[in-house]
């Protein structure tokens, strides 16, 4: 599918009034921080509701969700990093064909300020509660997510094929962040800076999930079935990537917090099934590129 000039022309229109850096910018340094808050939502814990995680005292709880906060940024700055931006630099340089390419060029070089301001509000909003909180960094060794795609891209040995299954995981990626982000900025009981800080960042993802779905229903039209073939499994990877529980960060963070019968924590949450994740965005991204009907809710 080609699309009109004027969609794509709207988009770019669209981010000069609306995105974050055209509208303050990073909204960190000017909302106060709550002592009492907790700074992340429990719900969305991996190991929420376990015997282990219920016994433990109030105390422990805040730096354990202090530190959920600080990881999920830690992991957005991973996601912009190593999954969306190497596919936006390729955009910009015509490592795809495309139509209107000096049109895709403009509103992927805006997606790309974007990124480099939600990196800013990432390390600033998890620093600050750190500091806040009096907490060490964290060291863990990654996350399973980029290490996945770099097996993924491992698998493959032409360079065109390596853009296009980092190109389905990147329009995956971005569809996905959208709902996570959506049930964060909506949280009425957690720290005002880290609700609204994911309030900035789900403003402009909305953006960027059209952005790339255009890309996409671009780049399919010249595709082979092979090429087609490796974009869509590239995308059903990016759901189980996103539905990981990324235990092994967790075991790092958790016995440098001391963290009582945490390996029994992670034991249980390892038992039951990946982290639910909210699919309909990916599907309707499958359906309007004709790549399949439907897949399968993680």
Known sequence: MSYPKDVISKLSRHWKSKAVVNNGGDP?????????????????????GSQEWNQVDQEM???????????????TIYVESDLILPV????????????HLELVQEIVAQA??????????SVNAANAILQYRALPFPR?????????????LARVASSRDKRLVALGIACASETLVTDYLDKIAKAETIQPLCKEVTAAHANDELAHSSVFTIVLENVIVYLTQHERDLVT???????????NKELEVWRCV?????????????????????ISIYTAGVERLLQRTGLVESIAAA
């Not at 960190?28 to 929420?48: S, Y």
């Not at 001391?258 to 390892?270: I, R, T, V, Y």
């Open 28 to 48: 960190t340094e000017h909302i106060p921080l709550e002592r009492d808050l907790p700074d992340f939502m429990e719900e969305l814990l991996p190991f929420f």
């Open 61 to 75: 709880k805040q730096k354990v969700l202090s530190y959920a906060w600080v990881l999920y940024n830690h992991k």
């Open 88 to 99: 936006c630099e390729d955009i910009i340089k015509g490592c795809y064909q495309l139509d």
């Open 112 to 121: 790309m300020v974007d990124e480099a301001v939600h990196t800013q509000m």
């Open 140 to 152: 863990y060794q990654g996350f399973f997510l980029t290490q996945r795609r770099d097996q993924l």
């Open 233 to 243: 499994g590239s995308i059903h990877e990016a759901v189980a990537m996103f539905a």
């Open 254 to 274: 958790l016995a440098q917090l001391d963290f009582p019968a945490f390996q029994s924590l992670l034991a249980s949450a390892d038992s039951e099934p990946d």
